[in-house]
């Protein structure tokens, strides 16, 4: 390749963001490729502010942290990677904000500009699966964040922002895959997942591994 490939999986907390990025990054490098897993909020001093200070900033604030982070991200490490001709996948990227921060109460006129200068993925990954099994989930791994608690509700609210902004971006131009995990293991999940990147990098369908 002579430039890289940009994929962020996005989706509700504890639905399996993490576990998928990993997965899926051995199996492309089985495949071959050189993968690179990130993931924002980042891990340096802006990133964990982002991270777990939620309860401390709020609305505008926390939405202009997530922003910032972003940006040193992409210029640190995202692009670098990419023009090094890496695959890289990134648990978290700008649907989470259009999410997340819209749920805190910022217009989404201001987080579309926000976003306006972040570069768009060539596939933007959005994980879906049942509210209440992905909240338990979370709460097995640590409610560090405001935004993982709230129980059952808040997970339905949480899910269905990802599927409208998943519409959004999609009508936007992204190239968007929307995949419901179901109950498939986080093995399956990313065997979907690492087909669609291989049909885009090649132009032809990848073939079962």
Same mark, same amino acid.
């Given at each position: 390749?002579?430039? *890289? !490939? !940009?994929?962020? #999986? ?18 492309? #490098?089985?495949?071959?490729? $050189?993968?690179?897993?990130?993931? +924002? ?5 802006? *990133?964990?502010?982002?991270? /777990?200070?939620?309860?401390?900033? @709020?609305?505008? =604030?926390? =939405? ?12 640190? &490490? ?16 700008? =649907?989470? $904000? ?6 805190? *109460?910022?217009?989404? +006129? /201001? ?8 570069? @768009? ?12 099994? $992905? ?11 405001? /935004?993982?608690?709230?129980?059952? &509700? ?6 269905? *922002?990802? @599927? ?16 419901? #995990? ?5 093995? +399956? ?5 690492? $087909?669609?990147?291989?049909? @885009? ?9």
């Amino acid at each position: 390749m002579s430039s *890289g !490939f !940009f994929v962020a #999986i996005d989706g509700p907390s504890g639905v399996g963001k993490t576990t998928v990025t990993h997965i899926l990054a051995r199996q492309l #490098i089985g495949r071959g490729l $050189s993968v690179l897993t990130t993931k +924002e909020p980042t891990a340096t001093p802006l *990133g964990n502010l982002t991270r /777990f200070g939620t309860d401390d900033y @709020r609305g505008l =604030a926390l =939405a202009c942290l997530v922003a910032a982070d972003r940006y040193q991200h992409l210029e640190t &490490e995202i692009r670098p990677a990419l023009a090094a001709g890496t695959v890289v996948v990134c648990d978290r990227y700008v =649907a989470s $904000s259009l999410v997340l921060q819209r749920l805190d *109460g910022v217009p989404a +006129e /201001f987080l579309e500009v926000l976003a306006a200068q972040a570069d @768009r993925p060539d596939l933007t990954v959005i994980l879906a699966g049942d509210p209440t099994r $992905s909240r338990e989930r979370a709460k097995q791994r640590g409610l560090y964040s405001r /935004f993982h608690r709230g129980g059952a &509700e808040a997970g339905v609210a949480e899910a269905g *922002g990802y @599927r409208a902004v998943a519409a959004k971006l999609e009508a936007g131009g992204y190239a968007v895959l929307v995949h419901d #995990i179901g109950d498939q293991t986080g093995e +399956e999940v990313a065997a979907v997942l690492a $087909s669609s990147v291989l049909t @885009r990098l090649t132009g032809t369908p990848a073939a079962p591994s």
